[in-house]
């Protein structure tokens, strides 16, 4: 995606209210970009899908109007607007050869079967299954059959493809495959991609951006890393990612810097350019912290004093969860760098968490 890219869709004050009372999606606005891949996270029930159908055009919004390509659409039936839908199941024709279900929506359309052939074999190109054609959906594998769904959308060559939790059927390997493959596909075909997931590693892999949504409103919009650095909430915050949160209050503040009281640490300055007054959230994610033998000494950095309760082992990273003397449960990230089968860390020890002070995140909301 390039900066400054043209909007494909527009979403304008959405509001869907189901059976009158049920609000799915409140007062969204946002724009998504020609060529990008745009990701709509969020827990379940928090108005992603229903945001979706919106733009598929399987649900009217209640309130506020989609524009495609600059065109509101709110009368426009799904098949005659320019976007074409992925489902959660692959939604493919049992009955159908790989070739006949890729060729499903040419022949709805009217497009001659001559044409239609040299689109499918270029689909199926695209979905890396050439020559798969022939093949019954049951001879395929789950993400084999997953890509014959994707090449049934690409092959109408739509403007933007919409992706619901694409990859939510497909087991962790194949997952994360497949994940990386979907990228790639959307850089080499450059169609704009808007897909759907309550799984944060695949927005925050996957998508140029994010929109993180919360009972039916974008709580922030943001490219991966500044989603997961800089959230603007705690909500965000806890949502992506691990985070120790603690609750701390505004003493002062004055050019970069503000004091805190934070509940179990005392009063500490960090450096902070924005504004915050009253109760605050404090945040330090798990790999921004360390765990050491001895006090560091260094004037950067917060250290408190506490006791190793538990340690998980994930072979690449350890957990270390610590309870400090004045009651915080603290959770650390480490890297298992070196080869070692003696853990440096055991539940019982008497251990320093430290973090440096520009890698405490203040949270106002
Ligand atoms: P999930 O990840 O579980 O699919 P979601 O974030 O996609 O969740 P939506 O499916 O958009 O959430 O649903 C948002 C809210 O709207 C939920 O409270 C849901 O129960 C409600 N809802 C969705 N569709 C309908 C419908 N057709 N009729 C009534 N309520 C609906």
New binding site residues.
């Given amino acids: 995606m390039t900066d400054g890219a043209k909007t494909i869709i527009g979403i304008r004050s959405v509001t869907k209210r189901?059976?009158g009372n049920?609000l799915?999606v409140d007062d969204v606005s946002l724009d998504i970009k020609s060529g990008e891949f745009f990701a709509l996270l969020?827990p379940?029930?928090?108005?992603?899908?229903?945001l979706l159908r919106m733009i598929a055009g399987f649900e009217v919004p209640s309130d506020g109007s989609v524009e495609i390509d600059g065109q509101v659409v709110d009368d426009v039936p799904p098949n005659k607007r320019p976007v074409n839908m992925v489902f959660q199941s692959y939604a493919v024709f049992p009955h159908m050869t790989v070739a006949d279900n890729v060729a499903y929506g040419l022949k709805m359309d009217g497009v001659p079967s001559s044409e239609a052939k040299g689109r499918v074999e270029e689909a199926l190109g695209l979905v890396q299954l050439p020559g798969y054609g022939e093949r019954m959906p049951d001879q395929l594998s789950g993400g084999q059959r997953q890509r014959v769904a994707l090449a049934r959308a690409l092959v109408k060559r739509p403007k933007v493809l919409l992706l619901d939790e694409p990859l939510s059927a497909l087991d962790a390997k194949l997952r994360e495959a497949m994940q990386l493959e979907l990228r790639n596909l959307q850089a080499k075909v450059g169609i704009t991609f808007v897909m759907?997931t309550?799984d944060q590693d695949e927005a925050l892999s996957m998508a140029d951006r994010v929109a993180v949504m919360e009972s039916g409103r974008v709580r922030q919009l943001a490219a991966p890393r500044d989603l997961y650095e800089f959230p603007n909430c705690r909500f965000v915050a806890d949502f992506i990612g691990k985070m120790n949160l603690f609750e701390g209050v505004v003493k002062s503040s004055a050019g970069n810097e503000i004091s805190v009281g934070i509940d179990g640490i005392g009063d500490v300055r960090l450096p902070f350019d924005g504004s915050a007054q009253g109760k605050i959230g404090i945040a330090i994610r798990p790999e921004k912290a360390k765990v050491t033998a001895d006090k560091p000494s260094d004037e950067d950095c917060l250290s408190l004093e506490g006791q190793v309760t538990q340690v998980a082992y994930y072979g690449n990273e350890s957990h270390v969860f610590v309870k400090t003397a004045s009651g915080l449960d603290f959770s650390v990230t480490t890297q298992n760098n070196e080869r070692s089968v003696v853990a440096a860390t055991n539940p019982g020890d008497r251990r320093w968490v430290s973090w440096r002070r520009k890698d405490t995140l203040i949270l106002a909301e």
Wanted: a positive charge; one cysteine or more.
């Fill in positions: 189901f059976n049920v799915a969020g379940s029930g928090c108005g992603k899908t229903t759907v309550h």
